[in-house]
């Protein structure tokens, strides 16, 4: 009789053993989820949990803890990059009158007599003004990028019809440098959902980088799974050099009157339309990838 009992006391306990692992791998699964939602929208609802297991609740309660540290952690960030954004836009908008007028003056002196120092210093003057006129544009060029404020204004683009466009602006000065870009195209239109003022921009400033370092070549090739390819012979980049090309204000010694800010503003107009951007350097030659999947 006693091993008969002893059995049945030892099923009982596991049988409760198994229904408290399962009470406690649902409690689990019920913080994951939760986790996960709260990680993923902005929103001050803590991990609640129905199980009473001790254990269970210690950890939910953990997570509620650091997850409030996060939401103000979250906000400082947000409320600062938004202080940040409008202080390069009011600053930016400040510098554009006195530059274009300092400009303007400029302009007037080189039609005067001077001599050959007076000219060589104002040609340095008209350099600096230039360039300083020229970050002034980029800067509120990417505070508008960057800005969730205003949504893309979304329409069916031929992505065909865009690359042929970006490359004839500028081929006069692809030619200039000796360069001819070569095109290809899948002979299917690739039609995607995108803001066709934003992708111009993206394809312009992608091919003034390529304009910029380039080694005498350019191949632009569009897939139809809608990625665009830009590729070219950079001997003066290196790897190390081309995983800093999209950092805001990074500039490398080859590019010419360059502020650091093109691939930036390529690199934000692109992910909020929902595509990805990212460059690799092999073999000497630098590819840029722009991809807008379905």
Same mark, same amino acid.
């Given at each position: 009789?006693?091993?008969?009992?002893?059995?049945?006391?030892?099923?009982?306990?596991?049988?409760?053993?198994?229904?408290?692992?399962?009470?406690?791998?649902? $409690?689990?699964? *019920?913080?994951?989820?939760?986790? =996960?939602?709260?990680? $993923? &929208?902005?929103?001050?609802?803590?991990? /609640?949990?129905?199980?009473? *297991?001790?254990?269970?609740?210690?950890?939910?309660?953990?997570?509620?803890?650091?997850?409030?540290?996060? !939401?103000?952690?979250?906000?400082?960030?947000?409320?600062?990059?938004?202080?940040?954004?409008?202080?390069?836009?009011?600053?930016?908008? @400040?510098?554009?009158?006195?530059?274009?007028?300092?400009?303007?003056?400029?302009?007037?002196?080189?039609?005067?007599? !001077?001599?050959?120092?007076?000219?060589?210093?104002?040609?340095?003057?008209?350099?600096?003004?230039?360039? #300083?006129?020229?970050?002034?544009?980029?800067?509120?060029?990417?505070?508008?990028?960057?800005?969730?404020? *205003?949504?893309?204004?979304?329409?069916?683009?031929?992505?065909?019809?865009?690359?042929?466009?970006?490359?004839?602006?500028?081929?006069?000065? /692809?030619?200039?440098?000796?360069?001819?870009?070569?095109? $290809?195209?899948?002979?299917?239109?690739?039609?995607?959902?995108?803001?066709?003022?934003?992708?111009?921009?993206?394809?312009?400033?992608?091919?003034?980088?390529?304009?910029?370092?380039? =080694?005498?070549?350019?191949?632009?090739?569009?897939?139809? @799974?809608?990625?665009?390819?830009? &590729?070219?012979?950079?001997? =003066?980049? *290196?790897?190390?050099?081309?995983? !800093?090309? /999209?950092?805001?204000?990074?500039?490398?010694?080859? =590019?010419?009157?360059?502020?650091?800010?093109?691939? &930036?503003?390529?690199?934000?107009?692109?992910? !909020? #339309?929902?595509?990805?951007?990212?460059?690799?350097?092999?073999?000497?030659?630098?590819?840029?990838?722009?991809? /807008?999947?379905?």
């Amino acid at each position: 009789m006693l091993p008969w009992l002893l059995c049945a006391a030892l099923a009982a306990a596991v049988l409760a053993l198994l229904v408290k692992l399962r009470l406690l791998q649902r $409690s689990l699964d *019920d913080i994951t989820g939760q986790l =996960g939602e709260r990680l $993923s &929208s902005d929103t001050n609802n803590p991990i /609640f949990l129905s199980a009473r *297991d001790p254990y269970a609740r210690r950890l939910a309660a953990e997570l509620n803890i650091h997850l409030k540290e996060l !939401r103000r952690q979250r906000r400082r960030y947000e409320n600062g990059d938004r202080e940040l954004k409008e202080a390069v836009t009011n600053i930016s908008h @400040d510098l554009r009158t006195p530059l274009t007028a300092i400009c303007g003056y400029l302009e007037l002196l080189e039609r005067g007599d !001077r001599t050959p120092d007076q000219a060589r210093y104002l040609s340095l003057i008209a350099g600096r003004a230039q360039a #300083m006129r020229q970050l002034t544009e980029e800067l509120l060029r990417y505070s508008v990028a960057a800005s969730l404020e *205003d949504e893309p204004a979304l329409e069916p683009v031929d992505l065909n019809g865009a690359v042929e466009e970006a490359a004839a602006a500028l081929y006069g000065a /692809f030619m200039e440098r000796g360069i001819v870009p070569a095109v $290809s195209l899948p002979e299917e239109r690739v039609v995607r959902i995108l803001d066709r003022a934003a992708l111009s921009r993206v394809l312009g400033n992608l091919l003034t980088n390529a304009l910029k370092y380039s =080694g005498g070549d350019l191949e632009v090739t569009l897939t139809p @799974d809608g990625s665009i390819i830009l &590729s070219n012979a950079a001997p =003066g980049l *290196d790897e190390v050099q081309v995983g !800093r090309l /999209f950092d805001r204000f990074y500039t490398v010694e080859t =590019g010419r009157s360059s502020t650091g800010l093109g691939l &930036s503003i390529a690199r934000a107009l692109t992910e !909020r #339309m929902g595509g990805t951007i990212a460059a690799r350097y092999e073999a000497g030659r630098l590819a840029v990838t722009l991809r /807008f999947p379905l």
